[in-house]
């Protein structure tokens, strides 16, 4: 069994990874989003939130402001328009 503290450094070096290439390589972040959530389910390891909510929940495309996807803000949560595949994310926040 790998310890806890590892999948979550191995995760968080994912992420870190994800964010640098998501306006240089954004085939390179869909990649990285793949390989997150792989991890995550691999271990049963529930992903953070800010993890969970930077990519669309329908097509895994990775969530970059004007170029990806559309932010909007309703009445207590944030509605992210994906431009590959025109879904809707909410994300509630208090
Ligand atoms: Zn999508």
Do not use: D, N, W
């Not at 992903?47 to 970059?64: A, D, I, V």
């Not at 996807?69 to 879904?87: A, D, E, L, M, Q």
């Amino acid at each position: 069994m790998v310890s806890k503290k590892l999948i979550e450094e191995h995760l968080i070096s994912l992420f870190q990874a994800l964010r640098s290439s998501l306006y240089s390589f954004p085939s390179r972040a869909k990649r990285y989003v793949f390989l997150l959530r792989r991890v995550s389910m691999k271990y049963r390891y529930r992903l953070p939130r800010e993890m969970k909510h930077s990519f669309c929940k329908h097509c895994y495309t990775p969530f970059t402001p004007g170029v990806s996807c559309r932010t909007r803000i309703k009445k207590g949560y944030v509605v992210y328009t994906c431009f590959s595949c025109k879904k809707l994310t909410k994300i509630g926040y208090r």
